[in-house]
DNA sequence: GATATTAGTATCCGAAAAGATAGTAGTATC
DNA sequence: GATACTACTATCTTTTCGGATACTAATATC
């Protein structure tokens, strides 16, 4: 038995508003890259290309369609410059912190799930480190 | 400028371990059905069908798949009672308690993002109640 | 005038997630 | 013997996500 629902209770409707609540905060995490783009740009500004690049893989149309997601949620500002072919930066704003005890918190909580799924399953640190997260996270018994 | 790095500094393999740690909770978390389903049996133990009604539109197919992965991830616990037509519940586990701070977390931000998205539009409330949380996080400008 | 660089957009494609619908095995009831 | 309940599984279709490839407009360089 959990006690999960203690805090707030558990009347359907408080339920409910906590369900979409944390839905909200998960969504706009969500998908491939946003993590890796907030990491990336939490060194300082960068233009376009330079994202890309440092990104590796992502090409231009889903590396544009993320950078707006995180500007419409405000995490990210694009600037403009006039220079002669325009530059365009991308930087993290200020209210992009509020999400660092978030993260903070679903860091911890993944590396001690990563710690736990390692013990129970004894397998060597090597064989671990070869698997995706994917993997990990779907399917820790088969490990 | 964001402070989003500072904590662990930023080098990238510091990063990279984040982003995987973040991403490994994430992706437990992750789809249409984790979280009702979680917060369904935060109330007690249910059997497959009390699930499947107290969810409303989940399909069978779908339940079973969410139940599988939950119970991976060692949240979910799954009891066959020898009854005359077999009885299957299904429970959270104590495991599933070291979630709560992760979803405390989620939770304030989530409501605390959703408040920023009102005042920021100045939309009635009544509006914003009628939109999904997916319109409400991928387009808080069009509010 | 050809080529390169800027920051993207347009079109098509494949994989994965989710859903609709139907069926299964075992027991019990009418 | 027909129907219903248990907990699912199987098959097919739709929707969504991410990616490959090619292209654009404006300026600058060779």
Redesign the pocket.
Known sequence: MSTLSKPTGHTKEACNASVNAVRDALYVL????KLPLIFSLSEGPL????IQRSLG????????????DLELNEFVE?KVMPT???????ELTPYSDSLSSVLEELKKWGMAHRKKIMRAKQAPVIALDDRTE?ELAAAPAAL
Chains 1, 2 share one sequence.
């Open positions: 969500n998908g491939k890259w233009r376009f290309n330079e893989d992502i090409t231009p149309k889903i590396l544009s369609k993320e950078l707006q694009r002669k072919p325009v530059t365009v930066i991308y994917k």
